[in-house]
């Protein structure tokens, strides 16, 4: 007779422990200080069933990337795309600039910068919010404030592309009105057919 697999269970809290010990280590030292053994640590899982399970610092990277893909956004809803689009902006401008999930955040982007793995888990991850943030473009086709042929995923693209350009390129600071400027941008970019 086979055993009845349980959802959730041991393996289910194995994987939260680990996936909330690795985004505590990359907020404290980022991905260049992220290692297995700390995360064993942190987690109170041992190092072997870490090492097993997840194989290397990018296995544990591309884990959280995957649960993280999966989480809900808080997607605007100001009733007009001027202010939907800049709610996205803000999400994405706000969330590097806060003390705890910023340096996740750039950490992920670092480590995709260094390794194939997590790369294609960053890429899926901003697949999903490129997905989700996409409803704000679909609402507004619907009251007619875009024409049906923009490509909603561009339009999101176009509109928090400057944040990381500055963010990761040049490193200069973005603030809300830096937001707002790309999300017109980008707006006035689907609104003369370019997107």
């Given at each position: 007779?086979?055993?009845?697999?349980?959802?959730?269970?041991?393996?289910?809290?194995?994987?939260?422990?680990?996936r909330?010990?690795?985004?505590?280590?990359?907020?404290?030292?980022?991905?260049?200080?992220?290692?297995?053994?700390?995360?064993?640590?942190?987690?109170?899982?041992?190092?072997?069933?870490?090492?097993?399970?997840?194989?290397?610092?990018?296995g544990?990277?591309?884990?959280?990337?995957?649960?993280?893909?999966?989480?809900?956004?808080?997607?605007?809803?100001?009733?007009?795309?001027?202010?939907?689009?800049?709610?996205?902006?803000?999400?994405?401008?706000?969330?590097?600039?806060?003390?705890?999930?910023?340096?996740?955040?750039?950490?992920?982007?670092?480590?995709?910068?260094q390794?194939?793995?997590?790369?294609?888990?960053?890429?899926?991850?901003?697949?999903?919010?490129?997905?989700?943030?996409?409803?704000?473009?679909?609402?507004?086709?619907d009251?007619?404030?875009?024409?049906?042929?923009?490509?909603?995923?561009?339009?999101?693209?176009?509109?928090?592309?400057?944040?990381?350009?500055?963010?990761?390129?040049?490193?200069?600071?973005?603030?809300?009105?830096?937001?707002?400027?790309?999300?017109?941008?980008?707006?006035?970019?689907?609104?003369?057919?370019?997107?």
């Amino acid at each position: 007779m086979e055993p009845i697999k349980r959802p959730g269970g041991r393996s289910a809290r194995v994987r939260d422990a680990v996936r909330q010990a690795t985004l505590a280590e990359l907020a404290e030292k980022g991905y260049g200080g992220l290692t297995v053994e700390n995360v064993a640590e942190r987690s109170g899982v041992h190092k072997t069933t870490v090492y097993r399970r997840w194989g290397s610092v990018e296995g544990l990277i591309s884990d959280a990337l995957e649960l993280a893909r999966e989480e809900p956004w808080p997607i605007p809803d100001t009733g007009t795309v001027e202010g939907d689009l800049r709610g996205v902006a803000r999400l994405v401008q706000s969330g590097f600039a806060d003390p705890e999930e910023g340096p996740v955040s750039s950490a992920f982007v670092a480590a995709a910068m260094q390794s194939p793995d997590a790369a294609a888990a960053l890429h899926g991850f901003f697949q999903a919010r490129h997905e989700q943030s996409a409803l704000v473009v679909r609402r507004a086709v619907d009251r007619g404030e875009l024409p049906g042929t923009v490509d909603a995923h561009e339009l999101i693209r176009a509109a928090v592309a400057p944040i990381y350009y500055r963010l990761f390129v040049t490193h200069e600071p973005v603030t809300e009105a830096d937001a707002d400027r790309a999300a017109d941008a980008a707006l006035a970019a689907a609104r003369a057919g370019v997107l």
